[in-house]
């Protein structure tokens, strides 16, 4: 092929990305340069003079407020903990629906509820099993003697940070059963014939057949759920269980910069937040990519040992 | 636009002692007159009188220690939680009042932050009384407004503290109808009973054709509106106290006792100072007084570190609004 | 594969559902009893079921309407995302250029935005657009937003057609475009399902952008609506419920005859990635 037909070929590839393109420049491209370029100001709604370029002093406040650091450890906390717990229980969900039983359609059809139920429902029926005195969970435990007490699932700090990771485990797991599910089904019989023959058992075969086999759907879905999770889910599931109480120990970052921007006004500050939020998962692909460099070095050398 | 000319005709007519005491300072702002009060919504305490019936309570509370003796009668005879407050954005509100039933505010008097005078110190340790002997739930800072009806509702309450609950009242459940306004208490040092009451505005804007025709509608709407909550259904009362006595109001008697038991005492949010000031937004915003109060309700004893937290919050947020 | 009917199985796929839907079990459950049994009882399932929340709900408030907003911006969304997602996908697979490897460059920068930085910036730019309290706004706002993992996904799936296909069509004289119209797109239907669905739940799920680009009760979003229930100051748990678990059934219907299919588009097109 010629590089006149090349080039006559790729301007229908641009013409294809229009339609995206027109979206992303207004959607996301120009909101993204605004909101950098606001986080080096000190644009604040209720200052109409406010709005001059500071450089890089939000930041550095930021850097030196001893509460940001402690929000930026839970959001993180908050986020592996989601990931891993809701990855296991998808991981174990998967497996057991992937076997060959009766009503395996409807039980995995109710096994993706959670996924596709408004957050604002989940929020509001969660806050209701976990009230302390009408609540579902609190009355069954007392009236069985297991608790004295009510637990205080919200109102108590550490409980409440706890609370809200459950939550978002339980929202979060269908996807990755989704997507693990898609991984098992293309693992067919004759991966696991030889092993059947030489009489590994089933944990043996989970352990060398099956977890291998799903580790590109498993990096697939937890990078993409901890995406979601630390940039936009963490926020809705949050503000709408605690609100970020009690006395704000369930703020994560988007909430800090969600109230900055909305009741202080201080928009600049607010951007210079959520710009951090970016930095840190820069920085979370950056190690990523450089254990990913140094494993394949790893085993280039390995393999070149072998050879050798 | 300046509504100040309607204030000026009602003071001449004496139209002007209708409305709740500091309501029409609140909305000047810049030495103008920016809205007329409109609509009130006081925080009050609602209780249930077959529950005092049931614990022998015949006489309601008027200082803190009274009050204090009360939530223990209810507690030890019906073994009900006896106050629910809310512990979020309403719950700053119930804070707010109760800093108010010991005569201080936010600010002093000057509009200078005063959260770290001895007055919120004793407001901090009335809290603390309540959440230590189980007056008010151990959950309370994870309960909203409609958590505060469940629990009245569901019988596993005796009062609460908010905003009126007008729906509740009108709901026909048979525990409604035991509701009642309690006359609003004060602590035991400040012999002034006080709660909070907001008083939204009615505001005209500056870009009308008809600035005269606004005002004269206005006023008159202002001091005729009744029909808005008689037939309109407004879930709300009318700051001009004049209307207030129309029978409409005073057919229910959890309404009337508000009016008679509340409104009177009804203390706008920013007093003692007179006008709104920008940092109020901030402070309200951001939630100061009901992060205040969720520290205490999480075991937060350190009143003194918790004062100082705050006025140092609230300072900031004055210096942020110059 | 061996029928494996172990009863081992049953009982643990059963505990392991009854804990994830007891959230749902005591939603629907609450909507359908009286306001008395509500607070005064603790069973799970309701004594006396009653319908009279579901009437208070389509009679007494905006809540149908709503459901309508979300059903026609989630549908919207979908047929947006799936095209412009199938035509990019499509772009970055079958050509060669410096500017499609920048524009992959640029899905991955995308999807590291967290939408707090872009909530206030986009809210102008949709006032500038005259779209404030408008459901144009969400449409286009929650289709961009979804873009790149759509477009992602549409690539991995067109990655696993054989380019053959393709050349084949441009041998016989058809330009790349009606190649990709007559051969690949009908080949696509299980890639664009994947991608429907991903892009039809964040709709539908969606709270942030909803609450603060619409005002008006009528035009709003389920989940703002839903959230109006506990802010009116008002005690409606029984109503609210109802409208929850009205809510819920579209989603549920589309799942118990869709699971199928997802399950298959994403081995389809995700995974592959």
Known sequence: MNNKLLVRRNIVGYYMLIPATILFLLINAFPLVYGLILSLTDKNYTKPKSGKFVGLENFKSILHDSEFWSIMGYTIVYTVFVVAFSYLLGLALAVLLNKNIKFRGVFRALALFPWVIPTVVAAQNWRWLFNDQLGFINRTLMELSIIKEPILFLANADLARLSVIIVAIWKSYPFMMVVLLAGLQSIGDEMYEPAYIDGANRTKIFWYITMPTLKPMSIVCTTLMGLWTFNTLSFDNIYLLTQGGPSGSTYVMSIQSYYTAIYRGKIGYASAISVMMMVIIALAVLIYAIAKYTAAIKEQRNAGDVNG | MDLSSIVAEWEAEGFIKNFPEGSIELHQYNGMQAGIPWIIDPRVITYRKDVFEQAGITKLPTTWDEFLDVCETIKTKTGMTPLVIPGDRDGAQVFLSMMFENGVGVTDSSVNPAFDSSGVGEVLSYVQTLYEKGYISSSTASYTDPDMDSMLLSGNAAMCYGALRTTVYKSGDPIAETLGVMPSISSNTNNSPRTLMWVNPIVAYSQTEHPEEAKVFIKWWIENMLPLFTDGGVNGYPANKGLLEDKFFNEMPYIAEAINNAVPYGTSPVWPSANLYTAWSVIEGENYLGMALQEIVTGNKDHTAIQKKYQGLIEQAFKDAE | ?273
């Open chain 3, 1 to 273: 594969m061996v029928r494996q009917q172990s009863w081992l199985t049953y009982v643990l796929i059963i505990v392991l559902l009854a804990i994830v839907l007891l959230p749902l079990i005591s939603m629907v459950s609450t909507s359908l009893k009286t306001d008395a049994e509500l607070y005064g009882s603790n069973s799970l399932l309701p004594q006396n079921p009653t319908l009279d929340n579901y009437r208070y709900v389509f009679k007494n408030t905006d809540f149908p309407q709503q459901v309508i907003n979300s059903i026609l911006v989630s549908l919207t969304v979908t047929l947006i995302s799936v095209f412009a997602a199938s035509f990019a996908g499509y772009a970055l697979t079958r050509f060669r250029g410096r500017i499609f490897g920048i524009y992959k460059g640029f899905l991955y920068l995308i999807q590291m935005i967290p939408a707090v930085l872009m909530l206030m910036p986009l809210f102008m730019v949709i006032r500038s657009l005259g779209l404030y309290d408008n459901l144009v706004s969400l449409m286009i706002s929650y289709t961009a937003i979804n873009l790149p993992i759509c477009i992602w996904m549409m690539k991995s799936f067109y990655e696993t057609i054989p380019y053959e296909i393709d050349e084949s069509a441009l041998v016989d004289g058809c330009g790349p475009f009606m190649a990709y119209v007559r051969l690949i797109l009908p080949m696509s239907a299980s890639g664009l399902t994947s991608v429907g669905i991903i892009a039809f739940i964040y709709a539908w799920n969606e709270y942030m952008l909803a609450s603060v680009f619409i005002r008006t009760n009528t035009l709003t979003t389920l989940s703002v609506g839903l959230s109006q229930f506990s802010q009116q100051f008002s005690v409606e748990w029984g109503a609210m419920m109802a409208a929850s678990s009205i809510a819920t059934i579209p989603a549920a219907l589309f799942l118990v005859f869709a699971q199928k299919y997802i399950v298959e588009g994403i081995t389809a097109g995700a995974v592959k990635g």
